[in-house]
């Protein structure tokens, strides 16, 4: 699980609005671009080019 405080000053690389924590598959979600960032051994992957679009479910 990512720390509270880390989601509270991280943003998305592209609107810079903020990232919702998802749990399965582990993540961060801007619903505003509807991309996913996956997160790696606790870290969160905010690359652009690493971003999955968001599932609509």
């Known amino acids: ?6 989601l509270e000053v991280v943003v998305c690389p592209c609107c810079r609005g ?10 961060l979600a801007c619903l505003h671009d509807r991309l996913f960032f996956p997160i790696h051994e606790d870290i969160p992957v ?3 080019d690493e971003a999955r679009p968001l ?3």
């Open 1 to 6: 699980m990512i720390d509270r405080r880390l």
């Open 46 to 48: 905010l690359l652009v």
């Open 18 to 27: 903020k990232l919702e924590y998802r749990e399965a598959p582990e993540g």
């Open 55 to 57: 599932d609509p479910n």
